[in-house]
């Protein structure tokens, strides 16, 4: 069966030590979070009454846009999104921390700018291969950038990200090992120690080598955004569907799926509310297969 995801990127900047972070709750030690645990617990505010994320984008490119995006994207912008402009080609947001694992990172306060592909052309597998064994160890593959079309979407997003994140009042650099490792020489090099720029002022140039910088990095550095679906897809049988259009599993009595493995193709958002609206039509159809009286059909 097939697997849609999102393709994710945190970059990780420097925040200056007047900014608010969630960095002391997720890495700090117990006596550092009991204060904003004991706010939480009391009032129901301070940080934990939040997640880190405050703010977000979704991106359609430009014409300048399209060409960073190079020509392994042009197919893709043709066929999909050029005549869909309902449809965002990446999401791009702050957070307010470091999401990294990297155990060396030192304890300070930290940004990431997070972006993502919002429609992959690359898909993964995943198939049953221990028989009737539900324990059995799946066949599993993420097809993360198997098509080069999202590496240029992955690129573009880090680029526009890090020019977001250096006109932040808050920045003050990169943590420099959890970004590309460009040529020596490079106009586009990262530094530990930097100041904000101002909103006018020109963007990173970026070189072919630089550009090649940024591919390895993402091949190396992309991640699952935890957004997974499209494993029981509600499609044709033969189309490789494994529902029907109620939610019956084929070839299977009294089986349904209510869950967002139900999606036939990826969505351009996170997955709560589609989860949501799964579930509250999933009700409906339910009360009527069971002849239930009274439920709302909106």
């Known amino acids: 069966m097939s697997v849609e995801d999102h393709n994710v990127i945190f970059a990780p900047y420097f925040a200056s030590e007047d900014s608010d ?16 645990a004991k706010c939480w617990t009391e009032d129901g505010q301070g940080l934990m009454a939040q997640n880190g994320l405050d703010a977000g984008v979704k991106l359609r490119p430009n014409a300048d846009d399209l060409k960073e995006l190079g020509p392994h994207f042009e197919p893709r912008w043709k066929t999909y999104f050029e005549n869909a402009p309902d449809k965002p080609v990446m999401w791009l947001g702050p957070f307010a921390t470091y999401a990294g694992n990297d ?7 930290y ?15 995943v198939h049953i291969s221990a028989g009737l064994d539900p324990y059995g160890k799946l066949e599993f593959e993420t ?6 079309a999202d590496l240029g979407v992955l690129r573009w997003g880090y680029k526009k990200g890090r020019e977001f994140a250096r006109r932040m009042q808050i920045y003050c650099g990169e943590f420099v090992p959890a970004h590309p490792d460009f040529p020596e020489g490079s106009q ?10 101002e909103i006018c002022s020109r963007d990173i140039r970026y070189s072919a080598e630089d550009d090649k910088a940024i591919d390895e990095y993402h091949r190396k550095s992309v991640e699952t955004s935890w957004h997974s679906m499209g494993t029981c897809a509600m499609k044709p049988q033969g189309k490789g569907g494994v529902v029907d259009s109620r939610l019956n599993v084929y070839g299977i009595k009294n089986l349904k799926v209510v869950d967002c ?16 609206v799964i579930g509250e039509k999933a009700a409906i159809i339910i009360a009527e297969d069971l002849d239930i009286k009274g439920i709302p059909k909106e």
């Open 143 to 148: 097809g993360f950038l198997d098509d080069p």
């Open 103 to 109: 155990s060396s990172a030192p304890m300070r306060k």
């Open 188 to 197: 586009a090099s990262t530094h530990v120690s930097a100041q904000p720029v």
């Open 261 to 276: 493995s139900i999606a036939p193709s990826n969505v351009g958002a996170n997955t709560y509310n589609t989860a949501l």
């Open 111 to 125: 940004f990431s700018m997070g972006y993502y592909v919002e429609y992959p052309v690359s898909v993964g597998r």
């Open 21 to 36: 972070t969630m960095d002391v709750i997720f890495r700090g030690s117990e006596a550092e979070i009991e204060p904003f």
